[in-house]
Structures are given as C-alpha cells and as structure tokens.
C-alpha cells in the first residue's frame, strides 16, 4: 500500500520549503512537489537571491568608478565583465536551491517532480514532464505556489526585449535605454543593476509617486536620490503599447488619466507593474477551493481555505508579496497543524529596497497614522550628522521612527541609507516587544556605527538627539 502522507506541500518556495521543513521538525511524514527543476521557488530562483546577487555585484563596480579616488584608491577605472557577473549570480542561486535539497533530505522529506493538482481532499496528482502521473495520498494539503509577473495588456513580453524581472536578470549585454514600466521595488531594483552598469534607465509609474505603501516622505527622498543617479521618472503617466522597431522599441506614453500622447525610444523594456497569485493547473474548481476578487486563494486567519484539510501560504494568498511573509506563514501553519499556536504579526513585517541608498520599513507610515487619527510624533536623524557614515561616504538618507504622542510606543520606523535593510531589524524587535522610543533611546549603541543614527532618531522623539 502506498505511504499516507501527513502533509504534502504543492510548491517549494520559501513558503513551501519552510513550512516542509518545519512540519518535519515537528514529527510529520512531510511530501513536497515542485514543477520546476530546481527546488527555491521564485525567491531563490529568479527573485530575491538572483536580484541581490547583481546588486551586490553592480553597487561595488559603481563603487569602484565613481568612489574610489576620493578614497584614495586610484585604479585605471573598472572593466565590467558581464558573462562573469551573471556566472557568479548563477552560482550564488545553484549554491542556495541545492541548499533546499539538503534540508529536505536531512528532514526525510519525499519530493515528486511534476505540476501538481489537487483532485479533493487527501489527493494530489503530481503530473511529470514525462512518465507516468503519481498519485500522493495525504492528511493535509498546503497550497504554495506563489506567484507570476502581471501582464500589462497589449504589451507582450518575450524575456529578450520586452522583459519581465526574469529576463531583466539575465540580459546579455546593458542596454543603452532601459525603459523601466513601473516604479516598485522591481523596477527600482533591477533598474538600478544596470543604472550602475552604464544603461539610462527611465521609470513610466502610473501613480504620482513611487512606491506606493512606503512612507511618503521616505519616497520623495529616494526618488531624489535616484534622479541624481541618472534615473528619468515620468510619474502619473502610462505605458499604452510598444512596437518593436529595426533599432530596438518604441514605447507609447500618455497621462494616466489621459491626454496627449509621446513616444520613447528604448533598447530594453522592463514589466514590473506587480505580480499576482498563481494557481493554474492546480485544479482549485475540481477541489471547490475559493478565491477572492484577485484570484488569491481565500484563507481563515489559520490559513485553512473553505475546504477541510486543504490550507494556503505565501504569496498565492493575501497580504504582502515577500519571502520572509511566506516562510513565518510556512512555520505558524505547520504549528498549527501540529496543535501549537503558529502566529504571524502582520504589523511587524519589515520591507527593504535592496538599492542604493536601501529603503528599509517596518510597522505603520505616517499617511497610515494620519489616516487612522492616530496622535503620533516623529523623531528623525539624519546619515549627514553620523560619523561612520561619513567615514564611509554614505550620508545620503535619514532614519523616522514614528512613536505614539501619549504612550511613547514606537508605531513604525522608516530608514533611507546605507544599509537600512540591517538596522529595520532592531526597531521590529523593540516593536515586537511593544517597546517605546525611549527604550531604544537608552540602549547602549556601539560607536562609531550607522545604528547610531536610530537611536538618535529615537531620542528626537523625546528631549533630542545629541548630534545635531
Ligand atoms: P514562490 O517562491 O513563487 O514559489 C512557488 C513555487 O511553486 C514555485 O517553485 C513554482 O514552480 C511552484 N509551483 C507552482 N504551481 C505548482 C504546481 N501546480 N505544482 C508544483 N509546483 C508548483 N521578496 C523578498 O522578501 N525580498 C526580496 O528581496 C525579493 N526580491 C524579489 C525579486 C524579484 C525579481 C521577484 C520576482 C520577487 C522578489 N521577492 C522578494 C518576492 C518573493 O520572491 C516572493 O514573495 C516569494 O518567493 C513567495 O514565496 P512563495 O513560497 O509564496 O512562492
Ligand atoms: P510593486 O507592486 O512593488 O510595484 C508595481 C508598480 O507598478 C507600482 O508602483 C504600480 O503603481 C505600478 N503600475 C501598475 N500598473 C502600472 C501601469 N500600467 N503602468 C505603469 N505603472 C504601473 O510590484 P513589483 O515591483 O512588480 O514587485 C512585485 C512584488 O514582488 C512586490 O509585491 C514586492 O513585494 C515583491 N518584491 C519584493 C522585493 C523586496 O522585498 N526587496 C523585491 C522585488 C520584488
């Protein structure tokens, strides 16, 4: 007779994996199944893993033309070796998804390859590229199978010219013009990989502004800096359509709310305009599994669809699109499922902007504040006033924290600067801790360092910061 599973997890994204991972920890008989190739899902494959791999890579060699002399480093100026870059990107993700087989192997967890399908409770189908369907019997079933690149109608993508963020990782050569269509952490990611490579990068954002959800002010800030980068933003405005010509693509562009037409002249368009839950083939009608409006697939707060035995994490469902939200829904659900209180706050779910200078926040952003009557104050330090950054030249950008104006308690912290996506951590641990501006404020912090800057920004919120 075939093994019954506990669990059998559809997807092995951070969402997937993670929960696998910790269901096995628990002492469940845990099943994944993954139709790609590799195990990771989007993150390590062709997300977060792939897209720091080249910031990281790019930031040093525009560090390396543009800074070093000051420093007194004088090189004859930086040669990009491009097929270099992406082979160190390709090894940083090969190096991270045969991690994922490990773990799954030291957790004795099976894996079948192939597209899964939920036929009803207690069965998947695991379709193979070739051979024979295998058949899972199983307890419970978790949906975790993330999410794609949102179509922008009328503009259709080929990951050569006309790219989402997967071609956009993998362009063999920096275009001279990088039309970039739509200014979120996308866009402003993977523009600024090949800004700093050579590319002009320009922005077609829909909104008035760019990132929206981040803190207003932090945004205007950062689209400063960008601009001082060489990025060009036509904010308001969008993309209609884009011919392909003999030189390269010529994108069409009017008012979002429509007006006079313009064209641009790119080599390279990039579709970042969001992306949304995918579920296709999974069989969701045949098992009556509910979506909403968005087609992400409906949850109770403990991540049970409307079907028993049958849950869903990570971003096919509701909530922000980020790793590190899919993997705390991946370990509450498998301590759920193993009678333990699994929690997430979503309150506390810090989001970074792994550019240059990063945009790092976590918890409530003044609009949010204004917008609930919440009585708040702000404390804010700027990176000008710190001295390690100033050692290191990276002065650009402050640090908010934002703390109720009766109790104290810290309601959100927002950082533009170097290493921002670093120092969130310590304002969501203290928030975590339901902690006060003046807790942060009295806690020692070594010197010289960057942290500095957030507790003066937390002592702004009482009698002042020190520095400036
Ligand atoms: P996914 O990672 O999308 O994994 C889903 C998996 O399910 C895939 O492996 C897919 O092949 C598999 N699958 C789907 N359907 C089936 C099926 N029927 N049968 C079998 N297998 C199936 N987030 C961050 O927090 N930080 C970042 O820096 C960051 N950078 C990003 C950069 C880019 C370019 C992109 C595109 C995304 C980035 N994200 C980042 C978002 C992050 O990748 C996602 O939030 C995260 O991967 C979601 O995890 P998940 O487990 O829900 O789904
Ligand atoms: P996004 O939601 O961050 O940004 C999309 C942008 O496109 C928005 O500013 C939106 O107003 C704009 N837009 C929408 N339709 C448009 C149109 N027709 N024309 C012009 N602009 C338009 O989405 P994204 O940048 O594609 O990223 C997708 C998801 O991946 C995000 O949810 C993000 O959380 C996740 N991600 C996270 C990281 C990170 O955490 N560092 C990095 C990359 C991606």
């Given at each position: 007779m075939a093994d019954v599973f506990d669990l059998t997890v559809i997807g092995t994204g951070p969402g997937g994996y993670v929960c696998a991972v910790r269901a096995a920890q628990l002492g469940m008989k845990v099943a994944v199944v993954e139709k790609w190739p590799t195990f990771g899902g989007t993150c390590l494959n062709i997300g977060c893993i792939p897209s720091k791999a080249l910031l990281h890579a790019s930031e040093l060699f525009a560090e390396a033309r543009d800074h070093f002399d000051t420093l007194g480093i004088d090189i004859d100026g930086p040669r990009l070796n491009l097929?270099?870059?992406?082979?160190?990107?390709?090894?940083?993700?090969?190096?991270?998804?045969?991690g994922i087989e490990y773990l799954f192997k030291k957790n004795k967890i099976t894996s079948f390859a192939g597209m899964g399908s939920i036929a009803g409770p207690g069965r998947v189908v695991v379709t193979p590229d070739k051979g024979e369907p295998a058949h899972i019997e199983t307890k419970n079933i978790v949906i975790a199978t993330g999410s794609v690149s949102t179509p922008l109608p009328g503009v259709e993508t080929d990951e050569d010219l006309i790219v989402t963020s997967t071609g956009a990782l993998a362009l063999d050569k920096v275009p001279a013009k990088l039309l970039v269509i739509g200014a979120g952490v996308i866009g402003l990611e993977l523009g600024s990989v090949w800004a700093r490579l050579g590319a002009e990068v320009i922005v077609v954002e829909f909104l008035d502004r760019i990132l929206p959800g981040m803190d207003?002010?932090?945004?205007?800030?950062?689209?400063?800096?960008?601009?001082k980068q060489g990025f060009t933003f036509h904010l308001s405005t969008k993309v209609t359509g884009i011919d392909r010509t003999e030189t390269g693509l010529k994108a069409r562009i009017e008012p979002a709310k429509g007006g006079d037409a313009s064209e641009i002249d790119c080599?390279?368009?990039?579709?970042?305009?969001?992306?949304?839950?995918y579920t296709e083939g999974l069989g969701l009608e045949v098992a009556g599994i509910e979506t909403d409006e968005r087609g992400r697939v409906r949850t109770d707060a403990h991540y049970k669809t409307n079907v028993d035995g049958i849950y869903a994490i990570g971003d096919v469902i509701a909530g922000p699109m980020l790793a590190h939200k899919a993997e705390d829904e991946g370990v509450a659900l498998a301590e759920i499922l193993a009678g333990e209180a699994g929690h997430v706050n979503y309150g506390i779910i810090p989001g970074v902007v792994y550019t240059s200078p990063e945009i790092a926040s976590v918890g409530r952003t003044e609009?949010?504040?204004?917008?609930?009557?919440?009585?708040?104050?702000?404390?804010?330090?700027?990176?000008?006033?710190?001295?390690?950054?100033?050692?290191?030249?990276?002065?650009?950008?402050?640090?908010?924290i934002?703390?109720?104006a009766e109790t104290d308690r810290v309601l959100g912290g927002h950082i533009v600067g170097h290493g921002a996506g670093e120092m969130i951590h310590e304002i969501a641990v203290l928030m975590e801790f339901s902690g006060a501006a003046e807790d942060l404020a009295r806690t020692c912090h070594a010197h010289p360092t960057l942290s500095e800057a957030v507790r003066e920004a937390a002592l702004a919120c009482g009698l002042g910061a020190i520095h400036i």
């Open positions: 097929e270099q870059m992406l082979a160190h990107k390709d090894d940083v993700v090969k190096s991270n998804v045969t207003g002010e932090v945004a205007r800030q950062f689209q400063r800096l960008l601009t080599d390279v368009a990039l579709v970042a305009i969001g992306r949304r839950p609009e949010e504040l204004k917008q609930a009557g919440v009585k708040y104050k702000v404390g804010k330090f700027p990176f000008t006033a710190n001295g390690r950054a100033k050692a290191m030249l990276k002065t650009d950008g402050f640090v908010k934002l703390a109720d």
